[in-house]
């Protein structure tokens, strides 16, 4: 069962969690007793891609069947990635790099969200409408339309920051196919957008509103379980994949390095090590906006500083909604004081977290931060050293851990590959010193291509002189009358 981290009074299925997306309270679900659910690791890391899948989110979601488990895993991944591994795993210098954007949008959130409709999907009762509101600082907002278009009974709404993504990200969002989608610019940052949806999901009378109409409310960020979820395989998959390589043996530990923004992958990377995966530790590697590293330091979150925008504008956020769930966790599931540091975060902007929990906390978890410059530097080195290109946020994670020795007892580094470079081209091209018009996308990429020898990802090259349907551009104040639009508006069926 599943319930808030503010309150546990509410205990839900994992159906009904995956629906509602966020708790009344404002809360994150999770699920206690993790440690009843671990694996054989033997025998989840004998099966493929596909068949961990099966049993992660058999195991997390018991109350799915495991034929639906079965039909959403191959509706997920059946043919929607251009790897066959899915997430492959490739050596580079002394680490390996996991590459997680081979799918549909070339970003690392397609494996979630190729999967949570499916989820949705069997979960929904006939007849119900579910508006997904989803907010993005790049990525998953166009991963979440590519899974969530054209799906019966549901329908999504993307808030984006207005100017606060590539061209590319923006352009994949408002090209956007479907007739249940509706994306539109907000006037501020990641935090302003997400702040904004986290508001409508505790807005009664606006549920009350939309009840009316037969809709309810639900979420696509990882602040959602079943977004979140998905993620632990590729944690799994990633050391099966260096077993089948003969590169570790059974039961060795490895390390993770995750670029991090809204905490959710890398929580996924702990959860996995909840449930068995022998990991040494968990690298949180953070751009300019570097309040993570500040919080590992010290034991305070505070989100009082500057926003940076950034070349990794995925990760441009200062409210990383995850960390909730790891105090609530590492706190010993003392839903009371994650509510009173909430409600610190929600007046202060800022809370600390105590000391015992942080000293817990550090024996898992390091954390460090590059600016855009060493994240330039690091492209063009990494390019120098081992002929691989890097998109920037995957920078950043290859940055820190180079400035970090892999920890004692840490037989492998996995590096998280969260996007393709061909996302970022103007920036990549710019930190390789190629020539091209930064104010042209597709220039940008048909000069990577020409310098690097590589493709860019086919849907990425079709954006070119594809229709924009979108330019809405609002204030966050307005976002409540634009969802209760968008839910009149949507084609439902
Ligand atoms: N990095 C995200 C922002 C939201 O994170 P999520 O994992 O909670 O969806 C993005 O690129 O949109």
Same mark, same amino acid.
């Given at each position: 069962?599943?319930?808030?981290?503010?309150?546990?009074? &509410?205990?839900?299925?994992?159906?009904?969690?995956?629906? /509602?997306?966020?708790?009344?309270?404002?809360?994150?679900?999770?699920?206690?007793?993790?440690?009843?659910?671990?694996?054989? *690791?033997?025998?989840?890391?004998?099966?493929?891609?596909?068949?961990?899948?099966?049993?992660?989110?058999?195991?997390?979601?018991?109350?799915?069947?495991?034929?639906?488990?079965?039909? !959403?895993?191959?509706?997920?991944?059946?043919?929607?990635?251009?790897?066959?591994?899915?997430?492959?795993?490739?050596?580079?210098?002394?680490?390996?790099?996991?590459?997680?954007?081979?799918?549909?949008?070339?970003?690392?959130?397609?494996?979630?969200?190729?999967?949570?409709?499916?989820?949705?999907?069997?979960?929904?009762?006939?007849?119900?409408?579910?508006?997904?509101?989803?907010?993005?600082?790049?990525?998953?907002?166009?991963?979440?339309?590519?899974?969530?278009?054209?799906?019966?009974?549901?329908?999504?709404?993307?808030?984006?920051?207005?100017?606060?993504?590539?061209?590319?990200?923006?352009?994949?969002?408002?090209?956007?196919?479907?007739?249940?989608?509706?994306?539109?610019?907000?006037?501020?940052?990641?935090?302003?957008?997400?702040?904004?949806?986290?508001?409508?999901?505790?807005?009664?009378?606006?549920?009350?509103?939309?009840?009316?109409?037969?809709?309810?409310?639900?979420?696509?960020?990882?602040?959602?379980?079943?977004?979140?979820?998905?993620?632990?395989?590729?944690?799994?998959?990633?050391?099966?994949?260096?077993?089948?390589?003969?590169?570790?043996?059974?039961?060795?530990?490895?390390?993770? !390095?995750?670029?991090?923004?809204?905490?959710?992958?890398?929580?996924?990377?702990?959860?996995?090590? &909840?449930?068995?995966?022998?990991?040494?530790?968990?690298?949180?590697?953070?751009?300019?906006?570097?309040? *993570?590293?500040?919080?590992?330091?010290?034991?305070?979150?505070?989100?009082?500083?500057?926003?940076?925008?950034?070349?990794?504008?995925?990760?441009?956020?200062?409210?990383?909604?995850? *960390? &909730?769930?790891?105090?609530?966790?590492?706190?010993?599931?003392?839903?009371?004081?994650?509510?009173?540091?909430?409600?610190?975060?929600?007046?202060?902007?800022?809370?600390?977290?105590?000391?015992?929990?942080?000293?817990?906390?550090?024996?898992?978890?390091? /954390?460090?931060?590059?600016?855009?410059? /060493?994240?330039?530097?690091?492209?063009?080195?990494?390019?120098?050293?081992?002929?691989?290109?890097?998109?920037?946020?995957?920078?950043?994670?290859?940055?820190?851990?180079?400035?970090?020795?892999?920890?004692?007892?840490?037989?492998?580094?996995?590096?998280?590959?969260?996007?393709?470079?061909?996302?970022?081209?103007?920036?990549? !091209?710019?930190?390789?010193?190629?020539?091209?018009?930064?104010?042209?996308?597709?220039? !940008?990429?048909?000069?990577?291509?020409?310098?690097?020898?590589?493709?860019?990802?086919?849907?990425?090259?079709?954006?070119?002189?594809?229709?924009?349907?979108?330019?809405?551009?609002?204030?966050?104040?307005?976002?409540?009358?634009?969802?209760?639009?968008?839910?009149?508006?949507?084609?439902?069926?």
């Amino acid at each position: 069962m599943y319930h808030s981290t503010r309150s546990v009074t &509410e205990q839900l299925t994992a159906k009904s969690a995956v629906l /509602a997306g966020i708790a009344p309270d404002g809360g994150l679900y999770v699920t206690d007793d993790l440690s009843e659910l671990r694996f054989d *690791l033997s025998d989840i890391t004998s099966k493929d891609f596909r068949g961990i899948a099966r049993q992660v989110l058999g195991r997390l979601f018991d109350d799915y069947a495991d034929e639906e488990i079965a039909e !959403c895993v191959d509706a997920a991944y059946g043919s929607t990635f251009d790897s066959p591994a899915v997430t492959p795993l490739v050596p580079v210098g002394d680490d390996y790099v996991l590459e997680l954007f081979h799918g549909p949008t070339s970003a690392f959130k397609d494996v979630a969200l190729q999967m949570l409709p499916q989820l949705m999907s069997h979960a929904r009762r006939d007849g119900e409408r579910i508006m997904i509101l989803t907010a993005t600082s790049g990525d998953t907002g166009k991963a979440a339309l590519a899974g969530f278009a054209d799906t019966p009974g549901l329908g999504i709404a993307v808030f984006y920051p207005q100017g606060g993504t590539s061209d590319i990200q923006r352009l994949q969002m408002t090209t956007q196919e479907g007739g249940n989608v509706s994306v539109c610019a907000i006037e501020g940052n990641f935090d302003d957008a997400q702040s904004g949806v986290k508001k409508l999901f505790v807005d009664t009378a606006l549920h009350d509103e939309l009840a009316d109409a037969g809709v309810r409310l639900s979420s696509a960020n990882s602040i959602n379980i079943g977004r979140l979820a998905p993620q632990i395989t590729y944690y799994f998959d990633a050391y099966a994949q260096l077993l089948r390589a003969g590169a570790i043996e059974l039961g060795d530990e490895v390390e993770f !390095c995750v670029p991090t923004g809204n905490f959710g992958d890398v929580l996924a990377g702990w959860y996995a090590r &909840e449930l068995g995966l022998p990991v040494a530790r968990f690298i949180v590697a953070s751009n300019a906006n570097d309040v *993570l590293t500040d919080f590992f330091a010290t034991g305070a979150y505070d989100r009082n500083r500057p926003f940076f925008r950034t070349i990794s504008p995925s990760m441009d956020i200062l409210i990383s909604s995850n *960390l &909730e769930r790891l105090i609530y966790y590492m706190g010993g599931g003392d839903a009371a004081y994650v509510n009173g540091l909430m409600e610190d975060l929600a007046r202060d902007g800022r809370y600390e977290v105590r000391p015992d929990i942080m000293d817990a906390i550090r024996t898992l978890f390091a /954390a460090g931060s590059a600016d855009d410059d /060493a994240t330039r530097a690091e492209i063009a080195a990494c390019r120098d050293e081992h002929g691989y290109v890097l998109d920037p946020h995957t920078a950043v994670a290859v940055r820190v851990a180079r400035d970090l020795p892999r920890t004692t007892g840490a037989k492998a580094r996995i590096i998280l590959a969260t996007a393709s470079p061909y996302k970022f081209a103007a920036d990549v !091209c710019e930190a390789l010193d190629i020539r091209a018009d930064a104010a042209a996308p597709f220039d !940008c990429m048909r000069a990577l291509e020409d310098a690097t020898g590589t493709a860019a990802p086919r849907p990425l090259s079709a954006l070119e002189g594809a229709t924009e349907r979108f330019d809405d551009g609002i204030a966050p104040e307005q976002m409540r009358a634009y969802v209760v639009r968008a839910c009149k508006e949507a084609t439902w069926e």
